[in-house]
């Protein structure tokens, strides 16, 4: 393997976090007094942002209510991410043997950026060099901003990375960060629409994503 670091997306690639997602987004918009979404829609919501959830859950990002909806989601996450969330099967010993071989990992998502350190610290403790979530001093996936950060904090270049995520977003991040991307298949999206945004790698179990960056 000559790839030195891989760089993970949190949310439907490390951890399956759709039910607390989901229960937080449906907290916000009955705080609102709006009408509560389903799993199924919140998973289609998903991946650029909290922000942008909510515009898609509340139903029109000009809404008078979309920045009390924001506010509510951030309360009510903040006290309940860790309610059903877990990691997916095979990834705590996936991580553990990339660590093994001397691989540096991160972790690059469009989390708010206390859930995403919060997290990292609970599920993959010692497993993440570094943790960059939502930050307003960075423009979110898919711009390359917070990839870029993760590697210049690591001291790898784009040669010597691969970025691991489940959706269309992550691919055309890695794309515009100059880097390899390995689409994880058992997330929120489906391989479809991984194929659709370019990926060039897919993987649909941990341990074949361990065989693809093994001859990467």
Not at 138 to 148: E, F, G, I, N, Y
Request: with cysteine.
């Amino acid at each position: 393997m000559r790839i030195r670091a891989v760089l993970w997306d949190l949310d439907g690639t490390l951890l399956d976090t759709l039910d607390d997602l989901a229960a937080s987004t449906n907290a916000a918009l009955a705080a609102c007094g709006l009408p509560p979404r389903t799993r199924e829609e919140v998973r289609a919501f998903v991946g650029n942002g909290v922000r942008k959830l909510i515009e898609r859950a509340v139903g029109d990002a000009q809404h008078p209510q979309v920045q009390q909806a924001y506010d509510a989601f951030v309360a009510h996450y903040a006290a309940h991410s860790r309610d059903a969330t877990r990691p997916y099967d095979g990834i705590p010993q996936l991580l553990a043997a990339l660590k093994e071989r001397g691989v540096l990992q991160g972790v690059v998502s469009n989390k708010i950026d206390f859930a995403v350190r919060e997290l990292c610290g609970v599920y993959f403790p010692g497993m993440m060099e570094v943790a960059v979530g939502d930050d307003p001093s960075r423009r979110r996936k898919p711009a390359p901003d917070s990839v870029l950060e993760a590697m210049r904090r690591l001291g790898v270049t784009p040669e010597e990375t691969v970025y691991v995520g489940d959706s269309d977003v992550d691919v055309i991040t890695a794309a515009n960060a100059g880097v390899c991307c390995v689409a994880a298949a058992w997330g929120f999206r489906d391989e479809e629409c991984l194929t659709a945004a370019g990926a060039a790698h897919i993987a649909h179990t941990p341990q074949e994503l361990d065989d693809i960056l093994t001859a990467l």
